[in-house]
């Protein structure tokens, strides 16, 4: 059974722009959450999604948004880039919220110059 | 609010020693409990959870865990630590049926020769 996919690995932006983070959740997964990992705030919880809705926000300001998919697929878009925004964006999958574990992908390193 | 303190952010062990990674939560709700494992450049890898029920919680590679309501714990423990055990070390408290996860800052488990 494959895993999270996350797409892509590594990406490297320039503030001010925008950019958009893909992740695949396990097949049957319908639940799909985001989380920002930084060396100095650690691993922080952005948003989930369940069903193409957002069920859980974090505390993140607006520049920080999501979708899903009816295939379960969800994206992440960050605008207006600032430095701060690098890190390591992690999706974690799981059947639903709950006794089901998140499942997490390899992530995505964003990188801001 | 969920929270979790992971006291002592390097644990140093020689192989073959105990593992004692140490955790503690503040629920405002009976909690979710999870450790997870994180490798360089890789996403977390669920170790165990609790949930409810039997409050020694087996999980893989060896790892087990005990809920201690009184205190507030998940210490999370190891016979006897292999090379392949260094790592980096992530508590997490979820309210039941919700996938907001809050993290621990985590704990570097290096393991000496």
């Known amino acids: 059974k494959a895993g999270v996919t996350q797409t892509p690995r590594y990406l490297i932006k320039t503030r001010g722009q925008q950019v958009t983070l893909s992740c695949s959740p396990i097949?049957?997964?319908?639940?799909v959450s985001w989380y920002q990992q930084t060396p100095g705030q650690g691993l922080q919880f952005l948003f989930e999604y369940f069903s193409e809705t957002q069920r859980n926000k974090g505390n993140f300001p607006g520049r920080f948004s999501g979708r899903q998919f009816s295939n379960s697929r969800s994206e992440m878009n960050v605008s207006t880039l600032e430095l701060g925004d690098s890190a390591l964006y992690l999706c974690?999958?799981?059947?639903?919220?709950?006794?089901?574990?998140?499942?997490f992908g390899d992530g995505t390193r964003l990188s801001i110059l | 609010a969920q929270s979790v303190t992971q006291l002592g952010s390097h644990v140093s062990v020689s192989e073959g020693a105990l593992v004692l990674l140490r955790c503690n939560y503040s629920s405002s709700v009976p909690p979710y409990l999870f450790w997870y494992v994180q490798y360089p450049n890789q996403g977390l890898q669920l170790l165990l959870k609790y949930t409810t029920g039997a409050t020694l919680v087996k999980g893989i590679n060896g790892f087990e865990a005990e809920f201690k309501k009184s205190e507030t714990s998940f210490h999370l423990t190891k016979p006897s630590a292999h090379m392949s055990d260094a790592a980096e070390y992530f508590c997490a408290v979820s309210k039941p049926f919700n996938n907001d996860m809050r993290f621990g800052a985590g704990t570097r488990l290096t393991v000496k020769p």
């Open positions: 097949s049957g997964h319908r639940s």
């Open positions: 974690a999958s799981s059947l639903e919220g709950g006794k089901q574990p998140q499942h």
